[in-house]
């Protein structure tokens, strides 16, 4: 038996949340990576005080052509990242709208700092 967490990501760059989620998301035992329609899915398996804690983690595109999608994977998670490119400004300008997202679909928000 396992215990599954379910994880949104959202970030305006997406190459740099692609590498969070491949460093932290997709880099320990038994990791997998599936492209979607409109979002990537990491899989990934943790080993904790001998339980085993399966992390499926989505990666959402900001686009308004996929806020239908966000808000559904939104309302699935049990956790959301925001992920901020300190070296882009326009990484600053969604992440009003990102935490407001999350928040209204009931999602608690995890912090990193990448």
């Not at 239908?68 to 925001?82: E, K, M, P, Q, V």
């Not at 928040?103 to 990448?114: C, F, K, L, M, T």
């Amino acid at each position: 038996m396992f215990h599954l967490i379910k994880i949104a990501v959202v970030g305006n760059n997406l190459d740099t949340s692609r590498s969070f989620c491949e460093k932290y998301l997709g880099a320990l035992t038994g990791p997998s990576k599936i492209n979607t329609i409109g979002a990537d899915f990491y899989v990934k398996s943790l080993n904790w005080e001998s339980k085993v804690i399966k992390l499926q983690s989505w990666l959402l595109p900001t686009q308004e052509r996929f806020n239908s999608i966000r808000s559904t994977y939104l309302s699935a998670s049990h956790a959301g990242i925001i992920i901020i490119d300190l070296s882009k400004t326009e990484s600053f300008e969604n992440v009003q709208k990102n935490v407001r997202d999350i928040w209204e679909n009931n999602v608690q928000i995890g912090r990193a700092h990448v």
